[in-house]
């Protein structure tokens, strides 16, 4: 326990041309080394990186990944859409600098995602007439597309998120182009191809909102049905796109133990908290929901009150003493962005709001939700 409360006065970023740069801790953080060492022996704490992180252009950012984090994924890098863009034409330079950081910096290293429903090309699922492929054609692609990406990594990168997304609100699998075209098993098939292409990695099943019981149900009854039909499937990826209220902790540890009591892992693959006035009824994570701009929702333009604060802090806490309480299952907690300044949520589901979701703040300072999170480590 002494190593986690070894002082820290700065975290220094090298190789960058030019001054050093120092991001400074208040004196009520320097008790911990930083959060993977918090954590060490419990979980990864892993952070989702952009493009300006992954190619060194985010200097300030870089430093905070390379001090706090010990897992990395890829916002949008290795996405259908970016690294395979056109039919044949595979993109792999964001890619391979990506790897190459995380391999630099002895970091788990987590692919996202190779079957999903959005950010892929239209041509994927249509032929030269533009007519809807058949399902062998499909596959074919889909085969191609995982061990051309898979393989090129294979022993590079750890844990591959296979298929995302693939469920409805109420539990039931989401009709996309893949489930029309190949049908159900276009599942077991995705993740078949993956452990083909690379026979050590980790494969996750990956979604949102399965915290609430009727998706829960509809993950679990895949999971289990996959599992009996021989499919690979290795950890089940919790996203965490969260709120101040939601998911409640009683269903945080319900979820956890419900996955683990099958035999999987569980991964907190996308944590952030969003402290902005809900914009829809709806819990969900839909990147293609685009909700009108209002003043209303956007209430802190200017910064966050520290009573806001306060309480996001104390909504980490809750939710990490649920993650510790789990350590067994849990593998990995994975935030998803840097700093408030890169969150998805700026933009999402409305755009131009001004987010405060992350640990830390828009000029890379630690939040007291920082300090919440590294006391929960301590108890």
């Known amino acids: 326990m002494q190593s986690r409360r070894t002082a820290l006065k700065a975290i220094l970023f090298a190789g960058v041309t030019g001054p050093v740069l120092v991001v400074n801790f ?31 252009k985010d200097a300030r950012g870089d430093a905070i990944v390379e001090a706090q984090f010990n897992s990395i994924s890829p916002e949008n890098a290795l996405k259908w859409e970016h690294v395979h863009p056109l039919p044949g034409k595979y993109d792999f330079v964001i890619p391979d600098q990506y790897v190459a950081f995380g391999e630099k910096n002895g970091m788990f290293i987590v692919g996202h995602t190779l079957v999903w429903h959005n950010q892929v090309p239209d041509w994927v699922f249509h032929d030269d007439k533009g007519d809807l492929l058949a399902r062998d054609a499909l596959l074919a692609r889909m085969r191609d597309h995982i061990h051309t990406v898979v393989g090129r990594y294979k022993g590079r990168i750890q844990s591959w998120d296979v298929v995302n997304e693939a469920l409805n609100e109420d539990g039931s699998l989401r009709q996309s182009l ?38 829960r149900n509809g993950a679990i009854a895949l999971v289990t049905k996959l599992q009996a039909e021989g499919v690979p499937i290795m950890s089940v990826g919790l996203q965490g796109h969260d709120g101040l209220d939601w998911p409640t902790v009683e269903q945080q540890d319900a979820t956890i133990a419900a996955f683990a009591k099958l035999g999987v892992k569980v991964v907190i693959s996308e944590l952030d908290i969003d402290v902005l006035p809900k914009a ?12 009108a701009q209002n003043p209303a929702l956007n209430p802190y333009p200017n910064g966050l009150p520290d009573s806001v604060q306060q309480q996001l802090a104390k909504r980490y ?22 700093t408030d300044a890169d969150s998805w949520r700026n933009d999402w589901p409305v755009k131009g709001r001004t987010a405060y979701p992350l640990l830390f703040d828009r000029a890379g300072q630690p939040k007291p939700a920082y300090e919440a999170v590294i006391k929960v480590a301590s108890r």
């Open 317 to 338: 806490a809750d939710l990490f003493g649920v993650f510790l309480k789990h350590r067994d299952a849990v593998t990995r907690v994975t935030f998803w962005g840097v």
């Open 178 to 215: 893949w489930y029309k075209i190949i049908g159900e098993d276009y599942i077991a098939k995705a993740f078949e191809y993956a452990h083909e292409a690379d026979p050590q990695v980790q494969l996750t099943y990956n979604d949102y909102s399965l915290e609430n019981a009727a998706k």
């Open 280 to 291: 829809t009824k709806e819990q969900t994570a839909d990147v293609t929901l685009n909700i």
């Open 26 to 56: 208040p004196a009520a953080a320097q008790a911990a080394t930083s959060l993977k060492e918090a954590y060490k022996g419990d979980f990864l704490i892993g952070a989702a990186i952009n493009e300006a992180q992954i190619t060194g």
